[in-house]
């Protein structure tokens, strides 16, 4: 059998190593490692060029949450039997495997114990020389069609390359480079597939109040972020744009899709001035205590010091700039005197601090790509097209995408597991 996988990225490359060498996840393969030849087609001069950029270069390679809650698309709860046949445990398993030990941050999020992404890919890389994967780089697939009983892909440069079973591991539109930018959209397309809508995922977002965030800007604390039906603490980062930090980038797939969809669930459904969806994004800055406790807090702080304006009572908790900048949003200046109607319209405010989403910071630029082949006309648990016998989707060409926090490549590293087992179960 002749496995042609299109892109090296994550999901390609281990798709490559698994076909080759399926015991090192099943002990019990029947199927020796020269049994499926396997080429591997990347256009770009490298493979795993963007899994070097991951995770500020440390590569955040899978979570211990990891399960279908943490994935959006047409329907990500499709992915839940793959997750569970390949779960955070047998992730950290396999890539010890590998001679690649882990981390796991308090937070969940895992790293190689060396903490830099370059491990991982340079592992990858030897284990699939190793096990006698054929790699061309500097090959773009231009054109898949499907004959009776193979394919034929032509590159760019017009070769022509037959397969019996293609994988395409494409990867997404957006990421460190357009070089790297995917057509695994249209060459899915030109065999049958429906596309949903394409926008940049685990991203920045842009903000109708860029006064005040430009205000604040550089300024970052932890906050409870509620938007869409998702209530989250993390950092919030604020820029002259509008918000970033993790907790943004968490919850950004979420509200960029209701932007996209028009179906927004905020409470306040607006157009903006340029006619556009808006989402209601809201800010507790003071997620640790409940109301009451806070005001207790403050009453101690005020009997001890009479004479400090409210200014003073907030400046302890909250960074100063900020606290300024809810005084004015309550009609009050720095001398404004401490008392309980003060301090609990400012305490109102900075725990439920609207903000006005208006989009994606950079329309072309995004850690994923949200959207891509419709999980409708796959199936789930060999990763094989329902449209076009033989040919398998795996990794962020699907429109399957994760959270911020290494539930992507753990997307790529499974769903490609999941791809060469259906396929050695078939070649047996
Ligand atoms: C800056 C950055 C940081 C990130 N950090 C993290 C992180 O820490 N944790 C995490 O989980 N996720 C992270 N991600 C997301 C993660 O990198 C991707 O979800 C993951 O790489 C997707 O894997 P993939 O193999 O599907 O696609 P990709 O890794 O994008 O690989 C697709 C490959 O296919 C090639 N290709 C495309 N079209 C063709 C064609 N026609 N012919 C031949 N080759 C083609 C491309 O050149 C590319 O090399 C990050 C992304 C970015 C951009």
């Known amino acids: 059998m002749r496995v042609v996988i299109v892109g090296g990225g994550a999901a390609g490359v281990c798709a490559a190593g698994f076909l080759r060498r399926p015991d090192l996840y099943s002990a019990a393969s029947q199927i020796a490692s020269s049994d499926i030849e396997v080429v591997l087609l990347e256009k770009g001069d490298a493979i795993l060029r963007k899994l070097r950029a991951t995770g500020n270069g440390r590569c955040n390679f899978t979570n211990?949450?990891?399960?279908?809650a943490h994935y959006t698309g047409n329907s990500a709860d499709k992915t839940a039997s793959t997750l569970s046949r390949f779960a955070f445990r047998e992730a950290v398993d396999f890539f010890s495997l590998l001679g690649i030990p882990h981390t796991t941050l308090e937070s969940g999020m895992?790293?190689?114990a060396t903490l830099r992404a370059d491990t991982v890919a340079d592992r990858l890389m030897e284990w699939i020389n190793d096990a006698g994967v054929s790699v061309r780089t500097g090959c773009s697939v231009e054109t898949l069609t499907r004959q009776e009983k193979c394919f034929v892909l032509t590159l760019a440069s017009g070769e022509k390359i037959m397969a019996d079973v293609v994988l395409l591991a494409t990867g997404g539109s957006y990421g460190i480079g357009k070089k790297?930018?995917?057509?695994g959209y249209t060459l899915a397309k030109n065999l049958g597939h429906?596309?949903?809508r394409l926008h940049p995922g685990i991203v920045p977002l842009a903000v109708q109040e860029t006064a005040r965030t430009a205000a604040l800007s550089g300024i970052k604390l932890k906050a409870q972020i509620t938007a869409q039906t998702t209530c989250i603490t993390d950092d919030v980062l604020f820029s002259t744009y509008g918000l970033s930090g993790t907790g943004i980038l968490r919850v950004s797939n979420r509200v960029l899709d209701a932007l996209n969809d028009g179906h927004v669930t905020s409470s306040r459904r607006e157009k903006s001035n340029n006619d556009r969806n808006t989402a209601e994004l809201l800010l507790n800055l003071l997620p640790d205590r409940r109301e009451e406790e806070w005001l207790a807090y403050l009453h101690g702080l005020?009997?001890?010091f009479p004479t400090w304006p409210a200014k003073a009572l907030f400046s302890g908790i909250l960074p100063t700039k900020v606290v300024d900048q809810l005084l004015l949003e309550c009609g009050m200046n720095e001398k404004s005197e401490a008392s309980e109607e003060n301090w609990t319209r400012v305490l109102h405010r900075a725990s439920a601090w609207p903000f006005t989403i208006i989009g994606a910071h950079k329309n072309d630029h995004g850690q994923v790509t949200c959207g891509g082949v419709d999980t409708a006309q796959w199936n789930s648990r060999t990763m094989e097209s329902l449209?076009?016998?033989?040919l398998y989707l795996i990794g962020e060409v699907l429109d399957i995408q994760g959270?911020?926090?290494g539930y992507n490549l753990h997307w790529a590293w499974a769903s490609a597991r999941a791809a060469a087992e259906a396929l050695e179960k078939s070649a047996r």
């Not at 790297?180 to 057509?183: A, D, I, L, P, V």
């Open 110 to 112: 895992t790293y190689p």
């Open 387 to 390: 449209c076009c016998p033989g």
């Open 180 to 183: 790297e930018w995917s057509n």
């Open 194 to 196: 429906r596309l949903t």
């Open 64 to 68: 211990v949450h990891v399960s279908a």
């Open 403 to 405: 959270e911020c926090g």
């Open 302 to 304: 005020a009997a001890r």
